[in-house]
């Protein structure tokens, strides 16, 4: 009896390297995000853990955060912060109310456009982090700070505000998934979205998802 070889044809080795191939293209860009999704939580909470002990020796060689005079629109009030906040960063570079410190254009969560580009008229106070991490610290209203922030009607008054891009200038350069929002208030750094997250969805804003991500173990789950 002679032996059989059982064996593919070039055919057959064909089809199943191109079906491999495009389970590969499905599957790969799914994981790719998974792993930037969680590098970007490992420096979410080392961002969070700077800006809290920078904070607090701001307000140890300062006054107490309720008499730094914060002032949405002006200009005064953001230089004198960021000159209270500056010894206490590790910075790679500043942009002082200029560009080059912050990736344009930065979008919401929904894809839409929050910052087409730079305008020197916000006072805005941009830098970037020796870890590569930018920050842009700016002063907003207190209608802002309790509708948009999410931080409850107990905030009459206005607030510093830390953006930070936890991937720099790479993209996509998105609230909610790179660029999240911490508020200095009259009760320390907090987390926006205190009080209130339902922005942080796929089709809105996305400004107060750090305390969805705080709730949920440090994971982002509002994306699935």
């Given amino acids: ?10 055919a057959e080795v064909l089809i199943t390297m191109g079906i491999i191939g495009v389970v590969a293209a499905l ?15 490992s420096s979410l ?4 853990s700077v800006l809290q002990q920078a904070t607090n020796l701001a307000v140890a ?3 107490d955060i309720e008499y730094w005079g914060m002032v949405d629109g002006r200009q005064p009030p953001v230089t004198t912060i960021y000159n209270y906040y500056k010894p206490h960063f590790n910075m790679m570079r500043e942009c002082e109310n200029s560009p080059g ?3 344009y254009p930065t979008k919401y969560l929904d894809g839409s456009v929050y910052w087409e580009g730079h305008d020197s008229t916000w006072y805005q106070y941009a830098f970037t982090l020796a870890d590569g991490m930018n920050i ?3 002063i907003y209203s207190a209608g802002q700070i309790v509708d948009d922030f999410g931080m409850g009607s107990a905030y009459d008054y206005d ?15 998105q609230i909610g998934r790179d660029i999240f929002a911490f508020i200095v208030t009259h009760r320390g750094l907090l987390p926006a979205g205190m009080d209130d997250t ?4 796929i089709d809105d804003f996305g400004w107060t998802c750090v305390s969805r991500i705080i709730e949920d173990g440090w994971t982002i789950k509002y994306l699935k």
């Fill in 45 to 48: 909470r080392k961002a969070y």
């Fill in 1 to 10: 009896m002679k032996d059989v070889f059982l064996g593919f044809t070039l």
């Fill in 198 to 201: 339902s922005d942080c969805e």
């Fill in 159 to 173: 607030c510093l505000v830390f953006w930070v891009d936890v991937n720099a200038d790479k993209m996509p350069n």
């Fill in 61 to 63: 060689e300062h006054e």
């Fill in 27 to 41: 599957t790969m860009p799914v994981l790719n995000e998974k792993i930037q999704d969680q590098k970007n939580m």
């Fill in 136 to 138: 842009l610290m700016d």
């Fill in 101 to 103: 410190c912050w990736a």
